[in-house]
């Protein structure tokens, strides 16, 4: 039984083997089956795996080989980085733009159309390059013939300037032979020169010696001669004037008289005569014959004019026959004058040159020569229009001047403004020069208030205005005299203002003494 018991379970532990053995070998023909299925995937995956590799290493020798092609070496390619700078599509993308801003417009923003682009620009520059090769051949080829030309003129001007050379260097042998005999003739003429200048000053000195003596002497005499002319002129007081005409007619009442001068005798409206005694020393000889004034208002006929009483003496009235003068006009001649200084008709501070133009001028009779109020001498061309500043070498006083008039001379030490003391002086340079043309001529001097009197002038400003002028007025109808055959004498106003006029306003008026002055006495006011 115990075998029995052995064999069974030696059976069942080798049924248990046995199925574990068979278990066993299911689970390894399992196990082997799946690791050859893994196997297999496994060589399939690495397998998909190299065709990956394969085809990730060509894309990244094709993405090598465009960046090379290319010329963009950046690391990405920037297709998730919206164009960062650092990328190949970023750095496209700027050199797109610079292409489009610079040659643009693109007509797409690729790559390929802006390399399209710039080949056509390329294309257009070649053809214009060579448009430009074409002139710049023609031009050479210009130029080459134009070069030709200039060579040949400078040939031509090199075998000038060769002959012009060589006969320079002719001519200055011969010149230098010239030269050399005209420098010895030049000493000569030098050393001659020198001799020459010391006899020239030797005479020089002996001539301004002499001409020193001569003009000094001269200038006695001509000092002699001026003070012998002027005792004569005093001594005999000679006239060698005539009268002008005589006087008709007169009538007091209406202040008229009627001269023996009319149109025959060329006289003109508005001319003036000073009327002369009959028992006169002279027409022309001084003021001291003259007894009245006349202007000349109307012509009535060939010998008769009509002419108005500027003034008279009511002592010594105009009669019939006195003799009239006027120094302005002459019958068939027109009188000329030279005048030198501020003229002042009236004396009254006011000058009246134009007034004297016109007194001049009234009477037919011309001014030759003027200085005027700035030191200017002019000559007249036609008086008293056109003049001309007078200059050295000039046309002087001629023998037809009948006087040399001689107004208010300024004195220049009593200038107070440097440019009115050199107007000053140039009216004195004026007066000298003048005087000794009128001198070498025998034109006579003639003081302003004396040719006034014997042309028959008469102030017409009578209105004292104090301050303007320091002078007398006459006042010689002002005051009544004791007698009909009374001298009248010296009643000339001082010109001054009353002491009432000249106190302060807020002192009282001076009251009347109620006496009467002495220039009253007598008469018919009847004073004390």
């Known amino acids: 039984m115990a075998a029995s018991n052995k064999s069974v379970g030696l059976q069942i532990t080798l049924a248990i083997f046995a199925m574990m053995a068979i278990i066993g070998w299911v689970a390894f023909y399992m196990q082997f089956r799946e690791l050859a299925d893994n196997k297999a995937r496994f060589d399939k ?89 074409t002139q710049v051949n023609s031009r050479n080829t210009d130029l080459a013939g134009l070069r030709g030309q200039y060579q040949t003129q400078v040939n031509q001007h090199q075998q000038a300037r060769q002959s012009a050379e060589r006969d320079l260097a002719q001519l200055r042998d011969t010149t230098k032979e010239q030269l050399d005999a005209r420098q010895k003739q030049i000493e000569d003429l030098r050393r001659n020169l020198t001799d020459l200048q010391v006899e020239f000053d030797e005479a020089t000195a002996t001539w301004t010696s002499e001409r020193k003596k001569y003009v000094a002497d001269l200038s006695q005499l001509e000092v002699q001669v001026d003070d012998l002319r002027d005792k004569l002129k005093n001594a005999t007081r ?45 027409v022309a000889r001084g003021a001291e014959d003259i007894k009245g004034q006349i202007e000349v208002t109307r012509i009535i006929d060939g010998h008769t004019s009509e002419a ?31 005048v030198i200084g501020q003229v002042d008709l009236d004396q009254d501070g006011v000058l009246d040159r134009d007034q004297f133009h016109d007194l001049i001028a009234d009477a037919g009779a011309k001014l030759n020569h003027e200085v005027l109020d700035d030191g200017t001498r002019i000559r007249y061309e036609h008086f008293p229009d056109t003049w001309l500043d007078w200059n050295e070498g000039d046309p002087e ?48 001097e003639i003081r302003l208030s004396d ?36 001298v009248v004498g010296d009643r000339t106003a001082a010109g001054a203002v009353s002491g009432i006029y000249g106190r302060s306003k807020k002192l009282k008026p001076q009251s009347s003494a109620g006496t009467t002055s002495d220039l009253f006495r007598g008469g018919s006011l009847g004073g004390n």
Do not use: C
């Open 45 to 133: 995956a690495g397998a998909d795996k190299q065709v990956a590799e394969n085809g990730a290493r060509k894309s990244l020798d094709d993405i090598e080989a465009f960046k090379a092609a290319a010329g963009y070496n950046q690391p990405d390619v920037g297709a998730d980085q919206q164009g960062a700078a650092n990328t190949i599509l970023g750095a496209i993308t700027v050199d797109l733009a610079k292409v489009n801003a610079d040659h643009g417009p693109l007509p797409t923003t690729t790559l390929a159309a802006a390399v399209q682009f710039l080949s056509q620009r390329v294309a257009d520059l070649k053809s214009e390059r060579d448009q430009f090769q």
């Open 397 to 444: 006083l001629d023998s037809d001047t009948k006087y040399l008039i001689l107004a208010d001379i300024p004195d220049p030490a009593l200038a107070i403004r440097e440019e009115d003391k050199i107007i000053r002086q140039a009216i004195s340079a004026h007066l000298l020069a003048m005087r000794n043309e009128a001198r070498r001529l025998g034109i006579e």
């Open 308 to 338: 108005r009483i500027l003034d008279d003496d009511i002592y010594d009235p105009i009669s019939k026959g006195d003799p009239v003068y006027t120094p302005l006009w002459s019958p068939g001649r027109t009188e000329m004058f030279a």
């Open 238 to 282: 000679q006239s060698f004037e005539r009268p002008d005409g005589l006087v008709r007619w007169i009538d007091n009442t209406a202040g008229l008289v009627w001269i023996n001068l009319g149109s025959q005798d060329r006289l003109r409206l508005r001319t003036t005569f000073s009327v002369y005694r009959k028992a006169h020393h002279g």
């Open 451 to 486: 040719f006034l009197a014997h042309v028959g002038y008469k102030p017409q400003r009578r209105l004292y205005v104090p301050g303007l002028v320091d002078r007398p007025f006459n006042l010689k109808a002002g005051a009544a005299s004791v007698g009909t055959n009374e």
